[in-house]
């Protein structure tokens, strides 16, 4: 690795300036840029939850928000055929009709994202090397892919994001780092590296308080990954990951008939994936000790496991079904814990100084579990997902989905739709949605108040 970077570092310093020039100085970059303008109104209806702080809820119980957003993404080629560059930045704002929570609040309304800086060098034919701030490459799955072996926490504003047609975030999170790759027509191989480059010390905020290094670099990790395309009908894969964590998964991809295809993935980990309450911690704080910590990530073995198919119709609308499980998710007892000791912490005592350390413990223990989540992380073990891209007329695409935690029945489903508005302009799109987290106040989707909310929005590509 050493070697190739050198030999990047000796091919810029040797190349002409005359050859950089359409590159460095922005004119390729503008000539190849995309701009999308980015405009959406939602509303966030929440009932009361279970966490009270001051005696008050800390969320407020309906918000209207406006967010705005511009992505410019480019290219250019610093060397023809041999070194490219390429970015993609986002800059964002909200603001809220009514004041937020004490759940909610953000010290930032506005916000600059760097999700994408790479640069790559064609070693050969066959060899490639990618260095910048890289997005990771996706799994199988869209729930959860346990071969998604490095994560990265959510770095967008806690209470609003904008949403795209694959029903995710608009701009997802990305570390520093360096992939060296090989492929040809029967494999293809790969080694990332991401260096550690800071350290989280303020778990009780959330992720999106955090530094963009604390966000995507907290951790060292080396990633070797292999698949085969050797074979008609199925793509099997391997990955290794080194470094703080050590795992290794498995998967692959078969295709049936040219409409349906089948798919798992399964990772096994040395320890834990996420931070879990600690008992010991749970127990000393019952008995007014205070501790200064709750949860943790032990040296417990674990194992994930995915599986699903998809099917696509001949007007090529596609259904989807997917079965995750993980072993370190909270079993009923565990969870039953959690719950006990937030009611524990919701018992008001009339004695000021003790109430006050009796919020700042909530306060820690929503920013821990709504990090997990941040992280791509689920907390329980069983989860059923189903979901479809449907083809409507006038080239509408309506997107429905439906997450089921099998363990405590609680729900997370909504419904994207998006079409370009050709009428006003080939440039425009229209999108909106609805969404519902539903179950029981003790349950994982309503844990912090059964949500229903919806959002439209526009997106103008320049």
């Known amino acids: 690795m050493k070697r190739v970077l050198a030999r990047v570092a000796l091919v810029l310093s040797c190349t002409p300036l005359s050859l950089l020039a359409g590159c460095l100085s922005g004119t390729e970059v503008a000539q190849n840029a995309t701009v999308t303008l980015y405009e959406q109104m939602s509303y966030a209806g929440k009932q009361t939850s279970p966490w009270q702080i001051n005696g008050k809820n800390p969320y407020t119980r309906n918000n209207v928000f406006n967010d705005a957003g511009i992505n410019i993404a480019s290219n250019c080629a610093v060397i023809d055929n041999a070194l490219n560059l390429d970015f993609s930045l986002y800059g964002l704002t909200w603001y809220g009709a009514r004041p937020l929570g004490e759940f909610e609040e953000e010290d930032r309304r506005s916000r600059v994202i760097l999700e994408k800086l790479r640069v790559m060098y064609s070693i050969s034919d066959q060899v490639q090397l990618e260095m910048g701030k890289l997005k990771p490459k996706p799994g199988l799955f869209f729930l959860r892919s346990p071969a998604d072996l490095v994560s990265q926490y959510y770095g967008g504003f806690k209470p609003t994001r904008l949403y795209d047609p694959q029903m995710r975030s608009a701009y997802q999170s990305s570390s520093w780092a360096a992939t060296l790759s090989a492929d040809d027509r029967q494999h293809a191989l790969s080694l990332s590296v991401v260096p550690k480059l800071s350290t989280i010390d303020k778990r009780y ?7 963009d290094n604390q966000r ?3 951790s060292e990790s080396w990633l070797l990954s292999y698949s085969s395309h050797q074979f008609r009908d199925h793509t099997p894969g391997v990955r290794v990951l080194l470094g703080d964590s050590q795992s290794v998964a498995f998967s692959d991809s078969v295709t049936w008939t040219p409409q349906m295809t089948f798919k798992g993935e399964m990772a096994f980990h040395r320890g834990q994936r996420w931070r879990h309450l600690s008992d ?3 127990q000393a704080l019952e008995r007014y000790e205070f501790p200064s910590s709750l949860y943790s990530a032990e040296d417990k073995p674990g194992v ?3 599986v699903g198919g998809e099917y696509t119709t001949d007007n090529f609308s596609l259904f989807g079904l997917e079965y995750y499980f993980q072993s370190e998710g909270y079993s009923r007892a565990q969870w039953q814990k959690q719950n006990d000791l937030l009611r524990f912490l919701d018992a008001r005592t009339g004695y000021d100084p003790l109430d006050n350390a ?3 413990y909530k306060y820690l223990m929503s920013s821990e579990i709504s990090n997990t989540g941040n992280k791509g992380m689920l907390q329980r073990k069983h989860y059923l997902n189903g979901w479809a891209s449907l083809q409507a007329g006038g080239q509408v695409a309506l997107q429905p989905y439906m997450v089921l935690n099998l363990v405590d029945a609680s729900t997370l489903a909504g419904l994207h739709v998006s079409a370009p508005l050709t009428t006003l302009s080939d440039n425009l799109e229209a999108f909106g949605g609805l969404y519902a987290a539903l179950g029981g106040a003790d349950s994982e989707f309503a844990l912090f108040g ?9 997106k103008y590509y320049l």
């Open 304 to 306: 994930e496991l995915a």
């Open 216 to 218: 995507g670099n907290s």
């Open 450 to 458: 059964e949500t229903v909310g919806m959002y439209v929005g526009l």
């Open 280 to 282: 010991r911690q749970r």
């Open 205 to 211: 905020l959330s992720s999106s308080a955090w530094s």
């Open 358 to 360: 009796f919020d700042s």
